[in-house]
Nanobody, 121 residues
């Protein structure tokens, strides 16, 4: 089991910045990738940024050059961050932290509770 706790959302004006954080605990040794997804009202949840255990990153085209994903490994916790710069009103959504964990038997995805990001114009 992996537990994810997010923080850092809020209200910001267009052009501003926010930093999202996610703390992963539990069976962190099994985590193969972590990422941020977002879901705006009336839309499907979409991948924003992903980072693998090897450090490779992937970004949605809409956030390339503005968002940066990173992770830090502590003894019992993995910290996932996403720096969001030059925010736009269309970035408004609930942002979810995700972790993909692998065991011998299966691959499981875990989700955080979500944090609201609102960008005003």
């Amino acid at each position: 089991q992996v537990q994810l706790v997010e923080s850092g959302g809020g209200l910001v004006q267009a052009g501003g910045s926010l930093r999202l954080s996610c703390a992963a605990s539990g069976s962190i040794f099994s985590i193969r990738a972590m990422g941020w997804y977002r879901q705006a009202p009336g839309k499907q949840r979409e991948l924003v940024a992903l980072i693998t255990s090897g450090g490779s990153t992937n970004y949605a085209d809409s956030v390339k050059g503005r968002f940066t994903i990173s992770r830090d490994n502590a003894k019992n916790t993995v910290y996932l961050q996403m720096q969001m710069n030059s925010l736009k009103p269309e970035d408004t959504a609930v942002y979810y932290c995700n972790a993909v964990a692998e065991t011998v038997l299966r691959t499981v995805g875990y989700w955080g509770q979500g944090t609201q990001v609102t960008v005003s114009s």
